[in-house]
């Protein structure tokens, strides 16, 4: 198994720009999630998802969209970039959100 | 969710056991003690969950006080590899009917030296 996969690893947008952070998992789990980290700070929850079709918002859910198609894709979608979205996004997903969290290696994105 | 409180940071010595502390004061009944480290620039990892008997996996040790109010992360021979943040987290549970969602706080950044 692959496990848990982010891409891409880096990436550098400018303020008003759009674009989709993917991340599959092959464990066939339901429940995916999607946080992002800041320097020296603990992870904060975006957006969750406990099965196809099914998301709902976390702590920090604006600027962010997110769908659930397949059980195995959960892309992160930023609509129009700004600064404070500077951050690690680090996607999850488990059998269920008490469950074993894997978590993917990140990706580190920079808006400028 | 029940808040815990951990120290800000912690320095082991290679080959000794490492004690990460969690206060838990205000922890429910029904809600699980849950450990993830995070080494450098990785995605979190997780590491032993309990409700109140002491747990013991391949990584570590979980020793949970008997009022539940504290437990403490035990990595008996730690190595330059365990250098990471360790975060405590209480979060209730399938099994007991009051799931929740994982919150992260600051954690204890360990360092393991030579």
């Known amino acids: 198994n692959a496990g848990v996969t982010q891409t891409p690893k880096f990436q550098v947008l400018k303020t008003g720009q759009s674009m989709t952070l993917q991340c599959a998992q092959d464990?066939?789990?339901?429940?995916m999630s999607w946080y992002r980290q800041d320097p020296g700070m603990g992870l904060r929850l975006i957006h969750y998802?406990?099965?196809?079709?099914?998301?709902d918002q976390g702590e920090v859910p604006n600027g962010y969209n997110v769908s659930r198609s397949t059980t195995e894709d959960f892309p992160l979608r930023l609509l129009s970039a700004a600064p404070s979205q500077t951050s690690v996004y680090f996607c999850?997903?488990?059998?269920?959100?008490?469950?074993?969290?894997?978590f993917g290696p990140g990706t580190r994105l920079t808006v400028t | 969710d029940a808040k815990t409180t951990q120290p800000t940071s912690m320095d082991c010595a290679e080959g000794r056991a490492a004690n990460l502390p969690c206060n838990h004061s205000?922890?429910?009944?029904?809600?699980?003690v849950y450990w993830y480290r995070q080494i450098h620039s990785q995605g979190p990892q997780y590491i032993i969950h309990?409700?109140?008997n002491n747990e013991t996996n391949e990584m570590a040790s979980l020793i949970i006080t008997e009022d539940r109010k504290s437990s403490t992360l035990i990595l008996p021979h730690a190595t330059l590899r365990d250098t990471a943040v360790y975060y405590c987290?209480?979060?209730?549970?399938?099994?007991?009917?009051?799931?929740?969602?994982?919150?992260f706080g600051t954690g204890t950044r360990l360092q393991v030296t030579l």
């Open positions: 999850a997903s488990s059998y269920h959100s008490t469950y074993e969290q894997y």
């Open positions: 464990m066939n789990h339901e429940y």
């Open positions: 998802s406990v099965g196809a079709g099914i998301t």
């Open positions: 205000t922890i429910s009944g029904n809600e699980y």
């Open positions: 309990g409700l109140k």
């Open positions: 987290i209480v979060m209730g549970s399938i099994n007991t009917g009051t799931a929740s969602k994982l919150t």
